[in-house]
């Protein structure tokens, strides 16, 4: 039968999140249910709950970061058992079958099921996300959660560490790798966390110099501030292997071109409003890539938690009562949070 579980819902673009009651649907035979713990807040969820993506359907409940213990298995789970953590990331289900489902890569399925704003694809219904008390997601969509890892911690990791992790393993960074990390926000700080756990040399490249401590202890080797000085990226002319730019800023793509190596590749995790602008030039020579990256796929998701459990990653958060919901939204629109925001669900 149907369970009405308490969460914060967005009820307008222009309004803030409300406290409600929605219903969760019945257990499925390949289904887990989780008691949710801890849900992050993504800048993604403000984006889509203030229609700045486009139209959605209210009310709906955002939170694609989300960490518990599963209270209940369907009759045909074999993967999961009653007390054990559990997580669930973007994505909650897909068509399954197609070349993309097949190759592990749900993320690039047409028929991808997001955790929040999409439709379940057997009863139509509207799917809500992680800012809830409870959550019922196919177990082939679930995620193992060490139990090593602090889970509030990790939390982000559900988005921001499958964000970071994929293009960092896509595009080969190993030991030795040189990596610059543009931007060091919610997404850039578990970038360069991972790309030093993966033995690369790490160059954080920023406007200033206010996080430049925290990224020498998450790792980072190198500081380029730009307003201090505009033209230090010609000092790095050809060295970076990859550029993971998480900033949705317009920046100067040619600039950043020429710091790459040869078959070195910028990747953007960011969404500008406006159009970028680059020259045949400076892909053409050195064979250089510039290319962008969303999520990854289940198996790989899990992949990267189990190396975040092997090298003690996790995000850097600050814990929350649900109801500083809203005050949390306008804090990361103003760039106000060190790194990432989490629910404590008990709160909801």
Known sequence: MTTNVAAYQAVASDAPLEKGTIERRDLRPDDIRIEIEFAGICHSDIHTV?????????????????????????????????????????????CRECEWCLKGEENNCPKAVGTYNGKDRFDGRPTDGGYSTEILVSE????H???????????????????????????????GSKVAVVGM?????????LAAAMGAEVTVISQTRSKEEDGRRFGATDWIARKEDPEAL??????????????S???????????????????????????????????????KSL?????????????????????GVTAEIELISAEDINEAYDRVVDSDVRYRFVIDAKTI
């Open 185 to 193: 926000g919610g997404l850039g700080h578990v970038a360069v966390k």
């Open 291 to 311: 290319t962008g990256s969303n999520i990854g796929g289940i198996r790989e998701t899990q992949e990267m938690l189990d190396f975040c459990a092997e090298h």
């Open 140 to 143: 082939a969509f679930a995620l």
């Open 50 to 94: 203030r229609e700045e993506w486009g139209p959605i359907e209210f009310p709906m409940v955002p939170g694609h970061e989300i960490i518990g213990r599963v209270t209940e298995v369907g009759s045909e789970v074999t993967k999961f058992s009653v007390g054990e953590r559990a997580g669930v990331g973007c994505l909650v289900d897909s």
């Open 249 to 287: 800023a317009h920046v100067d793509v040619q600039e950043f071109m020429a710091t790459l190596r040869p078959h070195g590749a910028m990747v953007l995790l960011g969404l500008p409003t406006e159009a970028l602008e680059v020259s045949a030039g400076s892909l053409i020579g050195g064979r």
């Open 234 to 247: 010609k000092n790095h002319k050809g060295e970076f292997d990859v550029i993971i730019n998480t900033v």
């Open 145 to 175: 959660i060490p139990e090593n890892l602090d889970p509030a911690a990790t939390t982000p990791l559900l988005c921001a560490g499958i964000t970071t992790y994929s293009p960092l393993r896509t595009w080969g960074v190993t030991e």
